[in-house]
C-alpha cells in the first residue's frame, strides 16, 4: 500500500518557508529555497541564507 500526505510544508531554519499540497510542493514549488531543496541543489539555499561555510 502506498501512502502519502495530503500537505506538506518545508522549513529552513526552524522557519516555515512553503506549505501546500504534498503535490505542489513537489512539483510547482513557489519558493526558490524549496525548489533548490526539491532539486538537491542545497548549495544555492545555503547561499541564499548566508550559510555557506
Same mark, same amino acid.
Request: net charge positive.
Given at each position: 500500500?502506498?501512502?502519502?500526505? *495530503?500537505?506538506?510544508?518545508?522549513?529552513?531554519?526552524?522557519?516555515?518557508?512553503?506549505?501546500?499540497?504534498?503535490? &505542489?510542493?513537489? /512539483?510547482? &514549488? &513557489?519558493?526558490? *529555497? /524549496?525548489?533548490?531543496?526539491?532539486?538537491?541543489?542545497?548549495?544555492? /539555499?545555503?547561499? #541564499? #541564507? #548566508?550559510?555557506?561555510?
Amino acid at each position: 500500500m502506498k501512502q502519502k500526505s *495530503d500537505f506538506t510544508g518545508f522549513m529552513l531554519l526552524g522557519k516555515l518557508v512553503e506549505f501546500g499540497t504534498t503535490s &505542489q510542493i513537489f /512539483t510547482r &514549488q &513557489q519558493k526558490p *529555497d /524549496t525548489e533548490n531543496y526539491i532539486s538537491g541543489n542545497l548549495v544555492n /539555499t545555503l547561499k #541564499n #541564507n #548566508n550559510l555557506n561555510h
